[in-house]
């Protein structure tokens, strides 16, 4: 039973969450994850410890099925085993919560409880709060569905204080299938300080609020990196930056859209001659960031009309800014078609992880850009099937073929390797947790680094050889270079190593 200092405002205290009208899930036998601890009397660490499998995945024991029985010493949430603690009075920030026992690192302090409810509950409950005159706020988000809101119902973990320079941190945890949140000391705490964690990214307070928690590296406003309900209707983290859903781009969930705001569509494919000096190749590539890569050729005779005809091709060719191959003034544009598996890991917050391709910042100010939602239609993927014929040489033809052969076994590849790593990144989507696990994220990287040169190798090919055949109708010996003037291999994998070495998914 919790006794309250005459002078706190009421509020009901709970000590689970309140789930308001959602049930919480029952467990499956088979979801249930159980270690394989054996408890020892002579080492009381060997019961649920800390080297036990489910401490180690931050998942609770289930009652009933953990080996160690009664002598768990996983189930603190499920026990409330909650450290000592008093609430007082501070200057300027209300009331607050003090150890009333010293603390060590590491441990369990108090659980966050409060009314678990959605996103659209959380926006109306901050506005009606802060029309009703609320001062302070209670609403931290447990998922990128879900919040905890512990302004009207809660534990004492709702009178902890924000400070830049905390002594607790929050902490998700699994409980009999549940997220939960709880505060963990990050510190030795002595007994009488007062426990505080950093709100940024957990918390929502509507209100702009100073910081008085006086800490040297203080950033002045509370929650001040997680903006509040009002201005942005859902956030999405990707490093230590923080974005409004609706400056992402939405898809349709039953299809897996390559992002298409980062696809360009090539609307046109021709050699020609430019004033007699030469010869220009274009592609030129249209999209919410049109822009044109031109590969000029200047020892072609003078006068001499070198025009092969423009090259329509049957269907748009969609290459994507995720490439890193050829490169022109910073601008990467490559031949790549994207891949449909990227944003489904993108979708989560594990997705970040698996950025391979342009530098997270170039990702970032680019899904910007699109505020609508968008359709892959808009850039039909590459056909290739038709390309080779494009060619008269059968042995260009097969070399073109080969490299197309290439391409979409390392397509294919990626495929076989999402559906092995999904069930995986499904786990960690459902406990909300922010990455999967690192040999996870290496074999997906390098699947995606394969496909890129793949791909990369096949245009190459095609492009190579488009401009051999230039070569032979003027007769000349035509040095192909790039605007910048890099010399064009004659091999395209060296080419597309040296372009994906240099580009972003070799740094990844
Ligand atoms: C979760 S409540 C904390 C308990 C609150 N002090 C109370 O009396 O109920 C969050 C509110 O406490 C106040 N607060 C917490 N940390 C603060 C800080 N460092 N500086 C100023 N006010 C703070 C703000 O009013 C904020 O909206």
New binding site residues.
């Given amino acids: 039973m919790v006794e309250l200092p005459n002078g ?2 009421s509020y009901t205290h709970i000590d689970q969450n309140d789930f308001r009208g959602h049930k919480p899930k029952k467990l499956k036998d088979d979801d249930i994850a159980i270690c394989n601890c054996k408890y020892n009397p002579n080492e009381p660490e060997s019961a649920c410890g800390e080297r036990c499998l489910n401490v180690l995945t931050s998942t609770e024991c289930t009652p009933g099925y953990c080996p160690c029985n009664d002598f768990c010493k996983n189930q603190k949430f499920q026990k409330c085993e909650y450290v000592k603690t008093k609430l007082f009075q ?1 200057e ?6 003090l150890a009333d026992e010293d603390i060590k690192a590491g441990q369990f302090v108090i659980e966050y409880c409060g009314e678990v409810i959605s996103l659209e509950e959380a926006k109306q409950r901050v506005q009606s709060y802060e029309s009703e005159g609320l ?4 609403i931290i988000s447990l998922n990128c569905n879900n919040f905890i809101d ?1 302004t009207k119902k809660g534990s004492l973990a ?7 320079l905390p002594n607790c941190e929050t902490r998700k945890w699994t409980v009999l299938g549940e997220t939960r949140v709880g505060i963990f000391a990050n510190v030795d705490i002595c007994s009488g300080t007062e426990l ?1 964690y950093n ?1 940024n990214f957990e ?1 929502y ?1 509507g ?1 702009t ?5 006086g800490a040297a590296n203080c950033c002045k406003f ?1 929650g001040a990196r997680s903006q509040g309900f009002q201005e942005y209707s859902h956030v999405w983290e990707e490093g230590d930056d923080r974005y409004k859903v609706e400056e992402v781009p939405l898809y349709d969930s039953a299809e897996d859209e390559p992002f298409p705001q980062m696809c360009k569509t090539i609307s046109s494919f021709k050699f020609e001659s430019v004033d007699g000096a030469g010869i220009d190749y274009s592609l030129k590539a249209e999209g919410d960031e049109a822009s044109e890569l031109k590969l000029n050729f200047d020892s072609v005779k003078p006068g001499s009309s070198v025009l092969m005809g423009e090259v329509s091709l049957k269907e748009d060719i969609v290459v994507s800014l995720d490439s890193g191959s050829l490169n022109k003034q910073g601008s990467e544009l490559g031949f790549l078609q994207t891949t449909e598996m990227a944003p489904r890991l993108r979708s989560t917050s594990a997705g970040r992880n698996f950025n391979a391709g342009a530098s997270p910042s170039k990702r970032k100010s680019k899904q910007h850009k699109s505020k609508q939602k968008k359709r892959s239609s808009g850039g039909q993927q590459f056909n290739t099937r038709d390309i080779p014929i494009l060619f008269q040489s059968k042995e260009v033809q097969d070399e073109v073929r080969k490299y197309e052969e290439l391409k979409n076994q390392a397509t294919t590849d990626l495929q076989s390797l999402y559906d092995e790593i999904r069930p995986a990144i499904e786990q960690h989507e459902s406990n909300s947790q922010d990455s999967v696990p690192t040999s996870v994220g290496e074999k997906w990287i390098g699947a995606h680094c394969n496909k890129y040169r793949a791909d990369f190798d096949f245009s190459f090919s095609i492009i190579k050889n488009f401009l051999d055949a230039a070569k032979n109708a003027t007769g000349s010996q035509i040095h192909g270079q790039n605007s910048a003037g890099a010399g064009i291999s004659a091999q395209p994998t060296d080419a597309g190593m040296e372009a994906i070495g240099s580009g972003d998914p070799g740094n990844v």
């Fill in positions: 706190v405002p501070t300027g920030r209300g009331w607050g919560l001062r302070d706020a209670y512990a709702r009178f902890i204080n924000h400070s830049c505080t709100y918390w307070g209100a609020v100073r910081c008085l928690c509370l």
